[in-house]
């Protein structure tokens, strides 16, 4: 097996799948050997399943929002069906909400949880019976660098992104005997659609998130396959005694 094929013979399943990070995932995931099952709320999903199966990979599509119990379940069942198990789960879909946290409402409050937070609930129940029965799997959760570097307008994406900290450890400290690592990987500012869109509503509310700034904090935006190489090391057997830690990949940005 090649320094490139990690993954050969495992399934993979990456929620939030269809775009930035998520999408550079699904395609190394595929790359390196990996049946890749993609869920996503967007439909976008099936045509990259699509190019990936055209190139001479094993990829399936489920759509899905990942905050329903519902919906998650069935995606499972059909990564089930369709290769057999979950070796792997990426558990990447997220979104944010940029206001001043006087005006934030508890609609914004539940939607922001259920996305960022109840989403890795339930994605990881579903796959770690079929890790179980394994004896084997791994997980990765997108957290960031704000569940420890609180940002102005972004007091509800930093508590949720807190939360998956310690859930991603909490799984790993519950399930290390049985054969499960949890870790979670945690980027800096992104050039995907979200992280420049976060980039762009943050300066719009007074927040310095200029060029000037992003250099001065990170040196310059990461690259989503930047990101999506952390989660795959994360998820491979060269990561086997890596188990509950948060991976920062964010270019001393939290080092500062």
């Known amino acids: 097996m090649t320094a490139r094929q990690r993954f050969t013979g495992r399934t993979a399943l990456v929620s939030g799948g269809a775009g930035g990070v998520g ?116 997980i990765v959760c997108t957290s960031s660098i704000s569940a420890v570097a609180a940002t102005p307008m972004e007091v509800l994406y930093d508590t949720t992104k807190g939360a998956v900290h310690q859930f991603a450890r909490a799984i790993a400290v519950e399930f290390r005997d049985r054969g499960i690592r949890c870790n979670a990987v945690c980027p800096g500012f992104i050039r995907t659609p979200h992280g420049l869109r976060e980039v762009r509503d943050l300066q719009a509310l007074g927040v310095d998130t200029s060029d000037a700034a992003i250099a001065a904090q990170q040196g310059r935006l990461a690259e989503p396959d930047e990101v999506a190489r952390a989660a795959l090391f994360l998820a491979s057997d060269d990561a086997s005694f890596v188990n509950g830690a948060q991976l920062f990949v964010d270019n001393a940005f939290t080092a500062v």
């Open 23 to 138: 999408e550079a995932a699904s395609r190394l995931f595929a790359a390196e050997g990996a049946r890749v099952v993609i869920v996503d709320r967007q439909p976008s999903g099936e045509a990259l399943a699509a190019e990936l199966r055209a190139a001479g990979h094993e990829a399936v599509f489920a759509l899905a929002d990942v905050s329903d119990a519902v919906q998650v379940d069935a995606a499972v069942q059909a990564a089930v069906h369709a290769f057999g198990g979950v070796d792997v789960l990426f558990n990447h879909a997220g979104t944010i909400v940029i206001k001043p946290f006087l005006e934030t409402t508890e609609e914004d409050w539940d939607w922001l949880m259920n996305v960022n937070v109840k989403s890795m609930y339930l994605m990881t129940r579903a796959v770690l019976p079929h890790m179980l029965r394994a004896g084997r799997g791994a």
